[in-house]
């Protein structure tokens, strides 16, 4: 089983050992989501913990290349079982890992449960500190890293006093003292490690060495901080002296005890608990101020259960006592005032009731002087305002203050410099977890059931105890029936009401945060549960309601102070479920049915309009129906700001589409699908794609538009052929070209025939990919369409260039870069230079090949096309490979295979795959080169993509013994016969040949090789002629043709001196190191 280690370096253990995570950078990344396992972590959040503030360039780029492979180490560290799942999820990732198997969370867990356990406390302290190997997160470098090994230096350094007094409980201090005494020359200031250092040494019989341990932290105080050693130092340093026997400080008699029930069954939040801890320790650090923790989030989220839990367990460092009070902010009752809270507090510390000063200033101060120089935890829970809190804030350093509120309470940060914790929803694994606790072995019987139910209740705490609740009374009905009761949408907060108490029940609890709401607010907060997307910008929500997007940043950012929304990065907030259900709720209750009409129809067209805008500036190549009305105005600075928006309202683009196609109003979806197939060509996101385009298809079918239908089917068909589905891919596009026939549509019927041309091309077809584009030209030229005339000539060249007329194909390229360079059509461009640096490398042209590609690679980063990227780092590869420049040819081929793999084209992925094999067989790693073919072969017959099926049989030639290698190049040479690849059929005759020399069937070799030249010189592949000319030249010399050997070795060199090739060395050797026969 898989192990994740945190506790020092970063480590991923199986049971055959340690896996190689690989550089720092990609252990930083591993790091980043193992401390969120189970959580979604957007990727703003990974850039920043990897690379800080101001993250380079590529820091994205080089995010996802290091998840993929980070996906792929998963994968094979599971022996047949997935060690962790790493998941997009959220605008993030999220590693889906046992936390029991990541030492961190473990480690969290025994330290939580030896706080609440006697009998086996010592054994789970002991168990949590065994985790530890030293520094955590050693070698990681950066801010986030440090600050993590900060907080996580100080729960260890709790935990070793926990255990110490747990060993000095037990009987035997002496076990302690060794680690209490490096500990404590490693951290000299640190109070608590001396307290439990002389507690051992004095139970150990060594009290002169206790004192003296006091007298030099007493010192190392008054010179470094100019402090005195703290009360309970000094009341220890006391009783050591009297030689009384010591233990932790009780709570002193009479010291109020006001802290409610711990909650039963609480769950996770290990990093919040952690965080007040953090806020704990300040005390000593900062002894001059009052600590002040401010704990905010959404109705039911857990506030008051996380204050009290982390109150129950840190009780013992407040021994005069913890102070509570419910202010009532957000209740069925009146807020509390903070003169009635004053009155409650001064009784709760024995101020008689005739004392009470009747003025609220008056009660302050008397409380304040009450509270000065006690050691107090006072929990203020439930504040509507920083103004009913500010009259309870003490005034003296000794007291730690936590208040809960669902309101922000930034007052209270910008002024008393309180420590803001924003509570967030449950992890999924927490939330099951909670499930788990509160029901047994149910959910255990249930596993998916269980999910699905804290997926309902939205990761909600208290949602998902009233679940728990509702589950326990029915103890025969299995939870998937009250899973499909969840799931009726209509009926959730219905059911979400535990037998009548309000407090409890999660729509009255949300009605008391929306009833404080002002009118205008409230109605944003309505509308915003009309929107079918997921999260919102200002721009949507101004557009829903009717606003400025200057007023609809204000409304949003009042929600979210009142936690009715949450901020999300890059200026975006969110709903969660239930709180999306109340708002819906509320606005088919209070608005009229043609107030929420207009609202929905005003945010559909606000995606239609800017997503045209957008693809206006992208893509202006695609060929698009036009939107009713004039042009939107652009409103996009660049290409960067329009993909960003593309990028940020993907899912909610989705949401309109397949809203509007079920719901209406017609038309929204299909134009969308028209609008965005450009932009899922730009990005691959395919699953995303096929819901769009069959919702677009479903929506034009209804609406009865051939023309529109015609769009939605080519949408669909581009999908399909993306994810290399050639039959579904085929079918979609005829019908498109039918469909724009009956439209009388010419362009857009030669953009079918063009894309139907490439589902040939890619199975193998390319005689029929030839007619199409030919007929697709022919239309585009009839009608003036200089876009469509120059896709069908890049096209063109393609086909060309896999028939092996590479000079043809050259041309047909050159043209239709002419045609998009004029045009400006960036992607269009990127795409031409990809094809004619190709072709350029096989004629030899090795530096223009370089300078186009490059060339290429610029635009795409530039625009975020991310497909055709991985295919220009792929052909980069290859020419650094023929070039001699292996190592840079490796890093190329690796990166074009992460970026295919992380697009989810599986063509791109064999054909990346092959060239990093090559690589490898060049490096002398035949065994890697090997596995990468036959993983390239097994995707490109799954897929049916013959070129990289030829390429990757050619290899396994290549790496295996010559006897095991005849049948695959066999094989290769048959295909490529069969389907007109002329080019990988002289590659096949040139494998053989070689295989045949190293055979010692010298004839045979010379049999093949003839063919071969012909076929190289034929088509101009240069470096194809130069290694078959080596291999004619080894078969003549053994076959006693000395004349004939030196002619084609002389050839040969001339080729690979001027292309650059690494075999001009052996070459040369051959001809000038006396071998010459």
Same mark, same amino acid.
């Given at each position: 089983?898989?192990?994740?280690?945190?506790?020092?370096?970063?480590?991923?253990?199986?049971?055959?050992?340690?896996?190689?995570?690989?550089?720092?950078?990609?252990?930083?990344?591993?790091?980043?989501?193992?401390?969120?396992?189970?959580?979604?972590?957007?990727?703003?959040?990974?850039?920043?913990?990897?690379?800080?503030?101001?993250?380079?360039?590529?820091?994205?780029?080089?995010?996802?290349?290091?998840?993929?492979?980070?996906?792929?180490?998963?994968?094979?560290?599971?022996?047949?079982?997935?060690?962790?799942?790493?998941?997009?999820?959220?605008?993030?990732?999220?590693?889906?890992?046992?936390?029991?198997?990541?030492?961190?969370?473990?480690?969290?867990?025994?330290?939580?449960?030896?706080?609440?356990?006697?009998?086996?406390?010592?054994?789970?302290?002991?168990?949590?500190?065994?985790?530890?190997?030293?520094?955590?997160?050693?070698?990681?470098?950066?801010?986030?890293?440090?600050?993590?090994?900060?907080?996580?230096?100080?729960?260890?350094?709790?935990?070793?006093?926990?255990?110490?007094?747990?060993?000095?409980?037990?009987?035997?201090?002496?076990?302690?003292?060794?680690?209490?005494?490096?500990?404590?020359?490693?951290?000299?200031?640190?109070?608590?490690?001396?307290?439990?250092?002389?507690?051992?040494?004095?139970?150990?019989?060594?009290?002169?060495?206790? /004192?003296?341990?006091?007298?030099?932290?007493?010192?190392?105080?008054?010179?470094?901080?100019?402090?005195?050693?703290?009360?309970?130092?000094?009341?220890?340093?006391?009783?050591?002296?009297?030689?009384?026997?010591?233990?932790?400080?009780?709570?002193?008699?009479?010291?109020?005890?006001?802290?409610?029930?711990?909650?039963?069954?609480?769950?996770?939040?290990?990093?919040?608990?952690?965080?007040?801890?953090?806020?704990?320790?300040?005390?000593?650090?900062?002894?001059?101020?009052?600590?002040?923790?401010? %704990?905010?989030?959404?109705?039911?989220?857990?506030?008051?259960? /996380?204050?009290?839990?982390?109150?129950?367990?840190?009780?013992?460092?407040?021994?005069?006592?913890?102070?509570?009070?419910?202010?009532?902010?957000?209740?069925?009752?009146?807020?509390?005032?903070?003169?009635?809270?004053?009155?409650?507090?001064?009784?709760?510390?024995?101020?008689?009731?005739?004392?009470?000063?009747?003025?609220?200033?008056?009660?302050?101060?008397?409380?304040?002087?009450?509270?000065?120089?006690?050691?107090?935890?006072?929990?203020?829970?439930?504040?509507?305002?920083?103004?009913?809190?500010?009259?309870?804030?003490?005034?003296?350093?000794?007291?730690?203050?936590?208040?809960?509120?669902?309101?922000?309470?930034?007052?209270?940060?910008?002024?008393?410099?309180?420590?803001?914790?924003?509570?967030?929803?449950?992890?999924?694994?927490?939330?099951?977890?909670?499930?788990?606790? %509160?029901?047994?072995?149910?959910?255990?019987?249930?596993?998916?059931?269980?999910?699905?139910?804290?997926?309902?209740?939205?990761?909600?705490?208290?949602?998902?105890?009233?679940?728990?609740?509702?589950?326990?009374?029915?103890?025969?009905?299995?939870?998937?029936?009250?899973?499909?009761?969840?799931?009726?949408?209509?009926?959730?907060?219905?059911?979400?009401?535990?037998?009548?108490?309000?407090?409890?029940?999660?729509?009255?609890?949300?009605?008391?945060?929306?009833?404080?709401?002002?009118?205008?607010?409230?109605?944003?907060?309505?509308?915003?549960?009309?929107?079918?997307?997921?999260?919102?910008?200002?721009?949507?929500?101004?557009?829903?309601?009717?606003?400025?997007?200057?007023?609809?940043?204000?409304?949003?950012?009042?929600?979210?102070?009142?936690?009715?929304?949450?901020?999300?990065?890059?200026?975006?907030?969110?709903?969660?479920?239930?709180?999306?259900?109340?708002?819906?709720?509320?606005?088919?209750?209070?608005?009229?049915?043609?107030?929420?009409?207009?609202?929905?129809?005003?945010?559909?067209?606000?995606?239609?309009?800017?997503?045209?805008?957008?693809?206006?500036?992208?893509?202006?190549?695609?060929?698009?129906?036009?939107?009713?009305?004039?042009?939107?105005?652009?409103?996009?600075?660049?290409?960067?700001?329009?993909?960003?928006?593309?990028?940020?309202?993907?899912?909610?683009?989705?949401?309109?589409?397949?809203?509007?196609?079920?719901?209406?109003?017609?038309?929204?979806?299909?134009?969308?699908?028209?609008?965005?197939?450009?932009?899922?060509?730009?990005?691959?996101?395919?699953?995303?794609?096929?819901?769009?385009?069959?919702?677009?298809?479903?929506?034009?079918?209804?609406?009865?538009?051939?023309?529109?239908?015609?769009?939605?089917?080519?949408?669909?068909?581009?999908?399909?052929?993306?994810?290399?589905?050639?039959?579904?891919?085929?079918?979609?596009?005829?019908?498109?070209?039918?469909?724009?026939?009956?439209?009388?549509?010419?362009?857009?019927?030669?953009?079918?025939?063009?894309?139907?041309?490439?589902?040939?091309?890619?199975?193998?077809?390319?005689?029929?990919?030839?007619?199409?584009?030919?007929?697709?030209?022919?239309?585009?030229?009839?009608?003036?369409?200089?876009?469509?005339?120059?896709?069908?000539?890049?096209?063109?060249?393609?086909?060309?260039?896999?028939?092996?007329?590479?000079?043809?194909?050259?041309?047909?390229?050159?043209?239709?870069?002419?045609?998009?360079?004029?045009?400006?059509?960036?992607?269009?461009?990127?795409?031409?230079?990809?094809?004619?640096?190709?072709?350029?490398?096989?004629?030899?042209?090795?530096?223009?090949?370089?300078?186009?590609?490059?060339?290429?690679?610029?635009?795409?980063?530039?625009?975020?096309?991310?497909?055709?990227?991985?295919?220009?780092?792929?052909?980069?590869?290859?020419?650094?490979?023929?070039?001699?420049?292996?190592?840079?040819?490796?890093?190329?081929?690796?990166?074009?295979?992460?970026?295919?793999?992380?697009?989810?084209?599986?063509?791109?992925?064999?054909?990346?795959?092959?060239?990093?094999?090559?690589?490898?067989?060049?490096?002398?790693?035949?065994?890697?080169?090997?596995?990468?073919?036959?993983?390239?072969?097994?995707?490109?017959?799954?897929?049916?993509?013959?070129?990289?099926?030829?390429?990757?049989?050619?290899?396994?030639?290549?790496?295996?013994?010559?006897?095991?290698?005849?049948?695959?190049?066999?094989?290769?040479?048959?295909?490529?016969?069969?389907?007109?690849?002329?080019?990988?059929?002289?590659?096949?005759?040139?494998?053989?040949?070689?295989?045949?020399?190293?055979?010692?069937?010298?004839?045979?070799?010379?049999?093949?090789?003839?063919?071969?030249?012909?076929?190289?010189?034929?088509?101009?592949?240069?470096?194809?002629?130069?290694?078959?000319?080596?291999?004619?030249?080894?078969?003549?010399?053994?076959?006693?043709?000395?004349?004939?050997?030196?002619?084609?070795?002389?050839?040969?060199?001339?080729?690979?001196?001027?292309?650059?090739?690494?075999?001009?060395?052996?070459?040369?050797?051959?001809?000038?190191?006396?071998?010459?026969?």
């Amino acid at each position: 089983m898989a192990e994740f280690r945190l506790l020092g370096p970063v480590e991923l253990v199986t049971a055959t050992g340690r896996v190689d995570v690989g550089p720092p950078q990609r252990r930083s990344v591993l790091a980043a989501l193992l401390a969120d396992a189970g959580r979604p972590v957007p990727v703003e959040t990974l850039v920043d913990r990897v690379w800080g503030e101001q993250p380079p360039d590529g820091a994205r780029r080089a995010l996802h290349s290091h998840v993929a492979r980070i996906r792929r180490m998963l994968e094979r560290a599971g022996d047949g079982h997935e060690a962790a799942r790493l998941v997009r999820r959220s605008g993030g990732y999220v590693l889906e890992a046992d936390p029991e198997r990541v030492d961190l969370h473990l480690f969290r867990r025994l330290v939580e449960q030896a706080r609440g356990s006697d009998t086996g406390r010592l054994r789970l302290l002991r168990d949590a500190l065994a985790l530890w190997r030293g520094e955590p997160l050693a070698g990681i470098p950066g801010a986030w890293a440090a600050r993590v090994r900060e907080s996580l230096r100080r729960q260890h350094l709790d935990a070793v006093v926990a255990w110490a007094d747990a060993e000095l409980q037990a009987g035997d201090p002496g076990t302690a003292t060794g680690r209490l005494r490096d500990l404590l020359a490693e951290y000299p200031l640190v109070e608590p490690l001396a307290a439990a250092l002389m507690r051992a040494l004095h139970a150990a019989g060594s009290g002169a060495e206790a /004192l003296a341990c006091y007298a030099a932290i007493r010192m190392r105080l008054s010179d470094e901080l100019g402090t005195e050693p703290g009360a309970e130092l000094r009341q220890l340093h006391e009783a050591i002296l009297r030689d009384e026997p010591r233990r932790p400080p009780p709570r002193r008699p009479g010291a109020p005890a006001l802290l409610p029930l711990d909650v039963r069954g609480f769950t996770g939040r290990d990093a919040e608990l952690a965080r007040l801890d953090a806020v704990l320790a300040e005390t000593a650090e900062h002894p001059t101020a009052v600590i002040i923790s401010a %704990l905010s989030g959404t109705a039911g989220v857990g506030k008051t259960a /996380l204050a009290v839990r982390w109150a129950h367990r840190v009780r013992d460092a407040f021994p005069d006592g913890q102070l509570y009070v419910n202010l009532r902010g957000y209740d069925t009752q009146q807020p509390m005032t903070a003169g009635e809270a004053l009155a409650g507090l001064l009784s709760a510390l024995g101020v008689p009731a005739q004392d009470l000063p009747p003025q609220q200033d008056d009660a302050a101060a008397r409380y304040r002087s009450e509270v000065s120089g006690r050691r107090m935890l006072i929990l203020l829970d439930n504040a509507s305002s920083v103004e009913q809190v500010r009259p309870l804030l003490p005034g003296s350093p000794s007291c730690v203050v936590m208040v809960t509120s669902r309101d922000s309470l930034a007052g209270l940060v910008a002024l008393h410099g309180a420590c803001r914790l924003d509570l967030d929803l449950l992890s999924a694994a927490d939330a099951t977890l909670l499930l788990r606790t %509160l029901i047994g072995a149910r959910a255990d019987a249930e596993p998916g059931a269980a999910a699905a139910l804290a997926g309902l209740c939205a990761r909600l705490p208290l949602a998902l105890r009233v679940a728990a609740e509702m589950a326990t009374a029915r103890p025969a009905a299995p939870l998937a029936d009250l899973v499909a009761e969840l799931a009726d949408e209509r009926r959730r907060l219905d059911l979400l009401n535990a037998g009548g108490d309000p407090r409890a029940a999660v729509r009255a609890v949300f009605s008391w945060s929306y009833q404080r709401l002002p009118a205008g607010t409230a109605r944003v907060f309505r509308l915003l549960g009309l929107h079918p997307g997921s999260d919102f910008d200002a721009d949507g929500a101004a557009a829903l309601a009717g606003v400025t997007p200057g007023q609809a940043v204000r409304v949003l950012e009042e929600l979210a102070g009142a936690h009715l929304v949450e901020r999300r990065a890059a200026s975006r907030y969110a709903f969660h479920d239930l709180l999306r259900l109340y708002a819906r709720e509320r606005a088919l209750q209070e608005e009229h049915e043609h107030d929420r009409q207009a609202a929905a129809h005003r945010l559909y067209d606000h995606h239609l309009r800017t997503a045209d805008a957008a693809a206006r500036l992208l893509y202006p190549e695609k060929l698009r129906l036009p939107l009713p009305g004039p042009p939107s105005a652009p409103r996009f600075a660049g290409d960067t700001a329009a993909l960003a928006w593309l990028e940020a309202e993907r899912g909610n683009l989705l949401a309109v589409a397949q809203h509007t196609a079920e719901h209406g109003p017609r038309s929204v979806a299909w134009r969308l699908t028209d609008i965005l197939r450009g932009y899922f060509w730009l990005r691959m996101y395919a699953a995303d794609w096929l819901a769009l385009a069959h919702a677009g298809l479903a929506d034009a079918r209804a609406d009865d538009a051939p023309a529109a239908q015609a769009a939605a089917e080519l949408s669909l068909a581009d999908a399909y052929l993306h994810q290399t589905r050639f039959e579904q891919a085929a079918e979609h596009y005829t019908n498109a070209a039918e469909l724009f026939q009956q439209a009388g549509w010419p362009d857009g019927q030669a953009a079918a025939l063009g894309n139907l041309s490439s589902v040939y091309f890619d199975s193998g077809r390319l005689g029929e990919a030839a007619a199409c584009l030919t007929r697709a030209l022919a239309v585009n030229q009839r009608t003036g369409r200089l876009a469509g005339q120059a896709a069908s000539l890049g096209n063109l060249g393609l086909v060309h260039e896999a028939l092996g007329r590479l000079e043809q194909a050259a041309g047909f390229f050159e043209q239709a870069l002419i045609l998009d360079r004029k045009l400006g059509f960036p992607g269009a461009e990127a795409i031409d230079l990809n094809n004619l640096g190709e072709v350029c490398h096989l004629l030899g042209r090795t530096g223009q090949a370089r300078d186009l590609l490059f060339q290429a690679l610029e635009i795409e980063r530039k625009i975020g096309d991310r497909d055709t990227e991985a295919e220009t780092l792929r052909l980069l590869a290859d020419v650094h490979r023929d070039t001699g420049r292996d190592g840079e040819a490796r890093e190329f081929a690796r990166s074009a295979l992460a970026l295919a793999r992380d697009t989810g084209n599986r063509r791109f992925e064999a054909e990346a795959l092959n060239t990093l094999a090559s690589v490898c067989g060049r490096l002398g790693l035949p065994h890697d080169a090997a596995r990468h073919h036959e993983e390239a072969l097994r995707i490109a017959r799954e897929t049916r993509a013959r070129a990289p099926e030829l390429t990757a049989l050619l290899g396994l030639a290549a790496v295996r013994h010559p006897d095991d290698a005849l049948p695959a190049a066999e094989e290769a040479l048959a295909l490529a016969r069969q389907d007109g690849y002329r080019l990988l059929e002289g590659a096949a005759l040139t494998a053989l040949a070689g295989l045949h020399h190293l055979g010692n069937r010298d004839d045979q070799a010379v049999e093949h090789a003839r063919p071969a030249l012909e076929i190289h010189r034929e088509t101009g592949h240069r470096l194809g002629e130069a290694r078959t000319r080596l291999t004619l030249g080894h078969a003549c010399r053994r076959l006693g043709r000395p004349d004939a050997c030196l002619e084609h070795w002389r050839r040969a060199r001339t080729i690979c001196t001027e292309i650059g090739a690494p075999e001009a060395g052996e070459v040369r050797a051959l001809l000038g190191d006396g071998q010459e026969p």
